[in-house]
């Protein structure tokens, strides 16, 4: 089908792997981000506070830093455990604000005139499509969360020496583990928005509603019973958990969690039933057709 | 031995708790199929099935001999679908729209480049490419669509409503463009239209659709063969001669009053002769009709009918 012939041809050239193909969603969904200034702005301030935790732990290490700016070792804040608890506490509320701008766009843009079969009159599924989409956010999220926290441990780990990378090597786990049960929920979550509400500024609404009524209903519930387990309704609450549990810490840097505190296992449970019913909403709304019940 | 185009298999579908399709079962043979029905008749339905969209409760449908359930991944790698109602993504360009389409059917990323940029000046396209499509017109977003059905370059091509929202020269390049693409490939094609026109142009084959039953399967090639066969004849002077003179060349003759006669030719003999034969024996023939049944008759036929057609008419 060349141009100047304006004939048809069929094509018999090589195809792409079938299990690739996924990937070209995620490719062009970056590609229409990148062309938002916002978005750009967005991200390079979403990774400014890892540049000062860098800093920070690289004054901390060096005593001539330390001398130079009057500091004394002393007054400064141990790059340990709690650090690197700020440190996934701040980017992942980050990678919250930067989700609920890219979220609600990805499905929706889809949906609003009717491309979805398209996609799926294609050898293309339902799951190869979500997963197309998840991977947006998914590594989108990461950029954010566990890679420059990641990046600032491999630093501590060099500039401290002493063994300390060796001896701290096991919270590697809980800086992936925790980030990817929080990008996972964030990802479904603002996917499933993004499928069931079309209009991107109501969508980031429903985002945050989605956060904070829950916490509201959870709080009143607690007052009115007399209980602590309305807690399992604030998410954020229940990630702080799950990274305090991860770090092998009792308290938190922005509270303490105490006698009456929720098991670790119900903020597993709470945060993955939260994945659960996206992929339920996701499952209802991304059909090629609809069908008319009656 | 090649696969029918389309078997249909017992077929049911139910939607809703409503039954919309009911044990549909037929075979077509043809390249280029028409699928045609009133408004509910079920042919959107039997599209989607088609395309696995809807799981059949009952029966089955295959498409050159692949399960449209059981094979569903390997039949849609060789379909292009052009739905009825809007599907486009408006932000994007014209040309990366239909190239994103093909990347996803599997096309390289520079293969899929230039077959979309192929495509968009085949259809006519060609300077409206880097246009969004959301700015594009109707008819601009059906061609859009078309270009996303053939970029890959398919070898099952099902057209829902192509025509719909095009003016009259629009409809005509687009007419134009599904003969051409049928005639140079060897592209099975499946249309979906309310205009029988449509169908008639580019069909060879159609299935007939009422209230999710099969009201007629008509191979319109044969149709037209048997029709160019048949004669009415109004004659002044006629005698047994001439109708004698007529089955001398094969034909068969019935002989009604006032000079009335139907005749039936076999395929080697001309009407040319027929009007010889009339001059030899000073026979005028003051009336002759052509008759042939066009689509708008075959359709109005099955509509008529009152049972439910199981085969051929």
Same mark, same amino acid.
């Given at each position: 089908?060349?141009?100047?012939?304006?004939?048809?041809?069929?094509?018999?050239?090589?195809?792409?792997?079938?299990?690739?193909?996924?990937?070209?969603?995620?490719?062009?969904?970056?590609?229409?981000? /990148?062309?938002?200034?916002?978005?750009?702005?967005? *991200?390079?301030?979403?990774?400014?506070?890892? *540049?000062?935790?860098?800093?920070?732990?690289?004054?901390?290490?060096?005593?001539?830093?330390?001398?130079?700016?009057?500091?004394?070792?002393?007054?400064? /804040?141990?790059?340990?455990?709690?650090?690197?608890?700020?440190?996934?506490?701040?980017?992942?509320? *980050?990678?919250?604000?930067?989700?609920?701008?890219?979220?609600?766009?990805?499905?929706?843009?889809? !949906?609003?005139?009717?491309? !979805?079969?398209?996609?799926?009159?294609?050898?293309?599924?339902?799951?190869?499509? $979500?997963?197309?989409?998840?991977?947006?956010?998914?590594?989108?999220?990461?950029?954010?969360?566990?890679?420059?926290?990641?990046?600032?441990?491999?630093?501590?780990?060099?500039?401290?020496?002493?063994?300390? @990378?060796?001896?701290?090597?096991?919270?590697? @786990?809980?800086?992936?583990?925790?980030?990817?049960?929080?990008?996972?929920? !964030?990802?479904?979550?603002?996917?499933?928005?993004?499928?069931?509400?079309?209009?991107?500024?109501?969508?980031?609404?429903?985002?945050?509603?989605? /956060?904070?009524?829950?916490?509201?209903?959870?709080?009143?519930?607690?007052?009115?019973?007399?209980?602590?387990?309305?807690?399992? *309704?604030?998410?954020?609450?229940?990630?702080?958990? @799950? !990274?305090?549990?991860?770090?092998?810490?009792?308290?938190?840097?922005?509270?303490?969690?105490?006698?009456?505190?929720?098991?670790?296992?119900?903020?597993?449970?709470?945060? @993955?039933? $939260?994945?659960?019913?996206?992929?339920?909403?996701?499952?209802?709304?991304?059909?090629?057709?609809?069908?008319?019940?009656? | 031995?090649?696969? +029918?185009?389309?078997?249909?298999?017992?077929?049911?579908?139910?939607?809703?708790?409503?039954?919309?399709?009911?044990?549909?079962?037929?075979?077509?043979?043809?390249?280029?199929?028409?699928?045609?029905?009133?408004?509910?008749?079920?042919?959107?339905?039997?599209?989607?099935?088609?395309?696995? #969209?809807?799981?059949?409760? =009952?029966?089955?449908?295959?498409?050159?001999?692949?399960?449209?359930?059981?094979?569903?991944?390997?039949?849609?790698?060789?379909?292009?679908?052009?739905?009825?109602?809007?599907? #486009?993504?408006?932000?994007?360009?014209?040309?990366?729209?239909?190239?994103?389409?093909?990347?996803?059917?599997?096309?390289? +990323?520079?293969?899929?480049? %230039?077959?979309?940029? %192929?495509?968009?000046?085949?259809?006519?396209?060609?300077?409206?490419?880097?246009?969004?499509?959301?700015?594009?017109?109707?008819?601009? =977003?059906?061609?859009?669509? #078309?270009?996303?059905?053939?970029?890959?370059? +398919?070898?099952?091509?099902?057209?829902?409503?192509?025509?719909?929202?095009?003016?009259?020269?629009?409809?005509?390049?687009?007419?134009?463009?599904?003969?051409?693409?049928?005639?140079?490939?060897?592209? &099975?094609?499946?249309?979906?239209?309310?205009?029988?026109?449509?169908?008639?142009?580019?069909?060879?084959?159609?299935?007939?659709?009422?209230?999710?039953?099969?009201?007629?399967? &008509?191979?319109?090639?044969?149709?037209?063969?048997?029709?160019? =066969?048949?004669?009415?004849?109004?004659?002044?002077?006629?005698?047994?001669? #001439?109708?004698?003179?007529?089955?001398?060349?094969? &034909?068969?003759?019935?002989?009604?009053?006032?000079?009335?006669?139907?005749?039936?030719?076999?395929?080697?003999?001309?009407?040319?002769?027929?009007?010889?034969?009339?001059?030899?024996?000073?026979?005028?023939?003051?009336?002759?009709?052509?008759?042939?049944?066009?689509? %708008?008759?075959?359709?109005?036929?099955?509509? %008529?009918?009152?049972?439910?057609?199981?085969?051929?008419?």
């Amino acid at each position: 089908m060349a141009v100047y012939k304006r004939r048809y041809n069929s094509y018999t050239g090589a195809l792409s792997p079938e299990w690739s193909r996924f990937f070209v969603l995620t490719r062009y969904a970056f590609a229409e981000l /990148f062309k938002s200034r916002f978005f750009v702005i967005l *991200l390079i301030l979403s990774l400014v506070p890892s *540049l000062f935790f860098a800093g920070y732990i690289f004054i901390a290490n060096n005593k001539t830093a330390q001398l130079l700016m009057q500091l004394r070792s002393a007054g400064l /804040f141990a790059v340990e455990t709690q650090y690197f608890m700020v440190i996934m506490i701040v980017q992942t509320q *980050l990678a919250f604000l930067l989700n609920c701008w890219v979220g609600p766009v990805l499905i929706a843009g889809d !949906l609003t005139n009717g491309a !979805l079969p398209l996609f799926l009159s294609r050898p293309f599924s339902r799951a190869d499509y $979500v997963l197309g989409k998840l991977a947006v956010l998914g590594l989108l999220l990461s950029a954010v969360t566990w890679v420059p926290c990641l990046l600032l441990f491999s630093l501590q780990g060099g500039l401290a020496r002493n063994g300390w @990378i060796w001896s701290h090597f096991w919270m590697v @786990i809980p800086i992936v583990f925790c980030s990817a049960i929080w990008i996972l929920m !964030l990802s479904l979550l603002s996917l499933a928005v993004s499928a069931w509400v079309k209009l991107r500024i109501v969508a980031t609404g429903v985002i945050f509603i989605s /956060f904070f009524v829950p916490t509201g209903i959870g709080e009143m519930f607690n007052a009115i019973m007399g209980t602590y387990w309305g807690r399992l *309704l604030n998410f954020s609450d229940m990630f702080r958990l @799950i !990274l305090v549990k991860g770090f092998r810490e009792r308290s938190g840097p922005l509270g303490q969690f105490g006698s009456n505190e929720i098991p670790v296992a119900a903020a597993w449970g709470v945060l @993955i039933l $939260v994945c659960v019913l996206s992929l339920v909403i996701l499952n209802a709304r991304l059909r090629a057709r609809e069908a008319v019940r009656g | 031995m090649m696969n +029918p185009t389309i078997e249909l298999d017992r077929l049911e579908v139910q939607l809703g708790g409503r039954t919309i399709l009911h044990g549909l079962t037929g075979v077509l043979k043809s390249r280029a199929i028409g699928l045609l029905g009133p408004n509910g008749a079920g042919k959107s339905t039997l599209i989607n099935t088609l395309l696995g #969209f809807h799981s059949p409760s =009952k029966g089955s449908v295959r498409v050159l001999g692949l399960d449209s359930h059981a094979n569903g991944k390997a039949l849609r790698s060789l379909v292009g679908y052009m739905p009825e109602n809007d599907a #486009f993504i408006s932000k994007m360009s014209g040309v990366r729209f239909v190239r994103y389409m093909a990347e996803i059917s599997g096309l390289p +990323p520079n293969q899929a480049m %230039e077959r979309a940029h %192929e495509a968009f000046v085949y259809v006519g396209l060609g300077e409206a490419r880097y246009r969004p499509v959301g700015t594009y017109s109707l008819g601009m =977003k059906q061609l859009a669509k #078309f270009a996303q059905a053939i970029a890959h370059g +398919p070898q099952v091509l099902i057209l829902d409503e192509p025509t719909n929202g095009m003016d009259p020269p629009a409809r005509k390049r687009l007419i134009e463009l599904i003969r051409e693409i049928r005639e140079a490939s060897d592209i &099975c094609l499946l249309l979906s239209s309310h205009l029988l026109r449509d169908v008639e142009e580019t069909c060879d084959e159609v299935l007939i659709l009422r209230n999710g039953q099969i009201a007629s399967i &008509c191979n319109l090639v044969d149709e037209r063969r048997a029709n160019r =066969k048949f004669l009415e004849l109004e004659t002044i002077g006629a005698e047994q001669t #001439f109708t004698s003179a007529l089955e001398g060349l094969g &034909c068969e003759c019935a002989v009604f009053s006032n000079g009335r006669i139907k005749v039936v030719m076999p395929d080697r003999v001309e009407i040319k002769e027929v009007f010889k034969v009339a001059a030899d024996r000073g026979v005028q023939i003051r009336r002759m009709n052509h008759r042939r049944d066009s689509l %708008e008759d075959i359709f109005l036929n099955a509509m %008529e009918q009152t049972g439910v057609a199981d085969g051929r008419i």
